[in-house]
Nanobody, 122 residues
Framework: VQLQASGGGLVQAGGYLRLACAAS????????MGWFRQAPGKEREFVAT????????AYADSVKGRFTISGDSAKNTVYLQMNSLKPEDTAVYYC????????????????WGQGTQVTVSS
């Protein structure tokens, strides 16, 4: 499985961005797709996840109500709509693919994209 993340950039606080993660190769109908982020000097943290079968989602408390994860099966792409961005959202964002039970645990995900930088200025 190859994952290509895109859509990062520089935005002012209160603004929005939409990240995309295009998957290719051998994917399964019941995979989970997740977004994680890593800020300088900090550990990688969970942001959001979606199950391709059924579309159930889960979010980190820090992004609930501001971020929305969604998927387009026809394009094999997962999106992360990020609204009301804050400076503390600044990080490299990674998408990941794993079994349906992967949830918020990075160690469950088997495949990772290259990351896309999101910078939110105050």
């Amino acid at each position: 499985v190859q994952l290509q993340a895109s859509g990062g950039g520089l935005v002012q606080a209160g603004g929005y961005l939409r990240l995309a993660c295009a998957a290719s190769g051998r994917t399964f109908w019941n995979d989970a797709m997740g977004w994680f982020r890593q800020a300088p000097g900090k550990e990688r943290e969970f942001v959001a996840t979606i199950r391709r079968s059924g579309g159930s989602t889960a979010y980190a408390d820090s992004v609930k109500g501001r971020f929305t994860i969604s998927g387009d099966s026809a394009k094999n792409t997962v999106y992360l709509q990020m609204n009301s961005l804050k400076p503390e959202d600044t990080a490299v964002y990674y998408c990941a693919n794993g079994p349906h039970y992967s949830g918020s645990f990075a160690e469950n995900y088997n495949y990772w994209g290259q990351g896309t930088q999101v910078t939110v200025s105050s």
